[in-house]
């Protein structure tokens, strides 16, 4: 597929708005193990093959294993995702499908069973914000493959 709009180059006042919320989001007090995770599963939800690259290969270099991330897509059936990854993966999966009945009480409470409150808000910054690029690179349909692994700067390397 050929890119329709490089809108970083068109309006990089909009890239600066969605940099100033992931910029949040990798200082957050989660792990990002973790979030590589929920932004692997959301990108598999939403179908954006230009993220599930990105951050397949991001995960790869922070030490994420094959097995795990081939395995994603069905994680319930896994047993290679501990019980707080459990409940990430089943808030951002409420998060990003919304329309499919909001976020139940029992989700909600299995997240808050295993994060703060301020972390549940930082977890949910963190779908918004990997929502919200996907929806750009789907609809202006970014190139997968493209990609390449930048190297993490010592701050986050202990996220």
Same mark, same amino acid.
């Given at each position: 597929m050929k890119t329709r709009i490089d809108f970083t180059k068109i309006s990089p006042k909009a890239l600066q708005a969605m940099m100033?919320?992931?910029?949040?989001?990798?200082?957050?007090?989660?792990?990002?193990?973790l979030l590589e995770l929920v932004k692997m599963r959301t990108s598999q939800i939403n179908g954006c093959a230009y993220c599930l690259d990105m951050h397949s290969k991001d995960a790869r270099?922070?030490?994420?294993?094959?097995?795990?991330?081939?395995?994603?897509?069905?994680?319930?059936?896994?047993?290679?995702? @501990?019980e707080r990854?459990? /409940?990430?993966?089943? $808030?951002?999966?409420? *998060?990003?499908?919304?329309?499919?009945?909001?976020?139940?009480d029992d989700v909600y409470a299995s997240a808050l069973g295993q994060f703060s409150e301020a972390e549940l808000v930082d977890? @949910?910054?963190?779908?918004? /914000?990997?929502?919200? $690029?996907?929806?750009? *690179?789907?609809?202006?349909?970014?190139e997968a493959g493209t990609y390449q692994v930048r190297p993490r700067s010592p701050a986050l390397t202990t996220a």
């Amino acid at each position: 597929m050929k890119t329709r709009i490089d809108f970083t180059k068109i309006s990089p006042k909009a890239l600066q708005a969605m940099m100033g919320l992931q910029t949040y989001v990798n200082h957050s007090s989660l792990e990002h193990s973790l979030l590589e995770l929920v932004k692997m599963r959301t990108s598999q939800i939403n179908g954006c093959a230009y993220c599930l690259d990105m951050h397949s290969k991001d995960a790869r270099a922070a030490g994420e294993t094959e097995q795990r991330l081939y395995l994603l897509s069905a994680w319930r059936e896994a047993p290679f995702y @501990s019980e707080r990854e459990r /409940a990430a993966l089943e $808030w951002t999966e409420a *998060m990003t499908l919304l329309t499919e009945g909001h976020v139940p009480d029992d989700v909600y409470a299995s997240a808050l069973g295993q994060f703060s409150e301020a972390e549940l808000v930082d977890l @949910s910054m963190a779908i918004v /914000a990997i929502n919200g $690029w996907n929806r750009l *690179m789907v609809g202006f349909r970014g190139e997968a493959g493209t990609y390449q692994v930048r190297p993490r700067s010592p701050a986050l390397t202990t996220a």
